[in-house]
């Protein structure tokens, strides 16, 4: 039987608190963050768009984002962090919701661009 994935965490946007994300909707999370379409994602994951409409719903929810356009800049900015500015505005939302909270070395990947 393969291994099921690590489920990563990702700070909630309001208070920097880390939440474990499942990691279907961590790989959506993902692709918001590189730009990509509803449909764009579902061909990719193999899933219907109402389930990546599902996956956003959630993520939302579980990262206290108020839209779909915040979600999208939040994945941004935390899947490209080894980009200046990037890093620079992540770190001040995150210091600004919880001052005594940071974005461990570990949760951070590099940037494609």
């Known amino acids: 039987m393969p291994k099921k994935p690590n489920s ?33 994602m579902a061909r990719i994951m193999n899933v219907k768009e109402k389930t990546i409409a599902s996956f956003k719903a959630r993520l939302k929810d579980r990262l206290d984002l108020e839209s779909t356009a915040k979600m999208i800049h939040y994945a941004t900015l935390y899947f490209h962090l080894e980009c200046d500015n990037a890093q ?26």
Do not use: H, M
């Open 88 to 113: 620079r505005s992540l770190r001040k939302i995150i210091e600004t919701a919880s001052p005594n909270t940071s974005v461990p070395r570990s949760e951070q990947s590099t940037c494609a661009c």
């Open 8 to 40: 990563p965490t990702i700070p909630r946007y309001t208070d920097g608190v880390p939440v474990t994300i499942p990691p279907r909707e961590a790989e959506c999370f993902r692709y918001c963050g590189d730009g990509l379409t509803t449909w764009e």
